[in-house]
């Protein structure tokens, strides 16, 4: 089975450009989340779309959105991007089988650098 | 609200050393609990988890046992090698919180040959 993939790998994009990221989740799960990782900040959850609708929502500027589609693609925005916008995307994907906690699978991410 | 602490990194090891990684949480309700690793350039990859208190995950030779009366899920190996050299990644979840992973700082693990 294939795994979580996103595209592109690696993105360079200058301020005030906006930029939109993809991410095909392992077939047969439903569930798509979406995390920042940086030297400064970590790993930190951005949000999570399950049936095409927003789940759940870290805490991050409106400036960061996403969508799910009906095969439960998903792509994240990033509008009027700012140099502290660099950082490595990840998506992550899931069963979300109801009633349980699920194990999330991760992608290669996407390496943006904001110039 | 939840949180992850993990050791601070770098550790570094010979080889065929005996690897322990510290990781303590705070949580409401019952967590499940993971260990992700990370290698150079890349996303990250499940390595092992446990969803109840006295679950024992294991992988690849790595164990970690869910102690709900330490809150801990401590990594060890008992013999590691310079191929898991890499950043490793405690992390827990709730059903309450949905499925949104709550992850430690990372320990970055160094094996000399």
């Known amino acids: 089975k294939a795994g979580v993939t996103q595209t592109p790998r690696y993105l360079i994009k200058t301020r005030g450009q906006q930029v939109t990221l993809s991410c095909s989740p392992i077939?047969?799960?439903?569930?798509v989340s979406w995390y920042q990782q940086t030297p400064g900040q970590g790993l930190q959850f951005l949000f999570e779309y399950f049936s095409e609708t927003q789940r759940n929502k870290g805490n991050f500027p409106g400036r960061f959105s996403g969508r799910q589609f009906s095969n439960s693609r998903s792509e994240m925005n990033v509008s009027t991007l700012e140099l502290g916008d660099s950082a490595l995307y990840l998506c992550?994907?899931?069963?979300?089988?109801?009633?349980?906690?699920?194990?999330?699978?991760f992608g290669p991410g996407t390496r943006l650098t904001v110039l | 609200g939840n949180s992850v602490t993990q050791m601070e990194g770098p550790v570094t090891l010979s080889e065929e050393a005996f690897l322990t990684i510290n990781c303590t949480y705070t949580a409401t309700g019952y967590p499940s609990l993971f260990w992700y690793v990370q290698y150079p350039g890349e996303g990250l990859q499940l390595l092992l988890k446990a969803t109840k208190a006295d679950d024992k995950g294991s992988n690849k030779g790595f164990e970690a046992t869910y102690r709900k009366e330490t809150t801990s899920f401590h990594l060890e190996k008992g013999s590691v090698q310079v191929s898991d050299s890499a950043v490793y990644f405690c992390?827990?979840?709730?059903?309450?919180?949905?499925?949104?992973?709550?992850f430690g700082a990372g320990t970055i693990l160094r094996v000399k040959s």
């Open positions: 077939s047969g799960h439903r569930s």
């Open positions: 992390a827990l979840t709730a059903m309450e919180y949905g499925n949104k992973l709550v």
């Open positions: 992550a994907s899931s069963r979300s089988l109801a009633g349980v906690t699920d194990t999330q699978y």
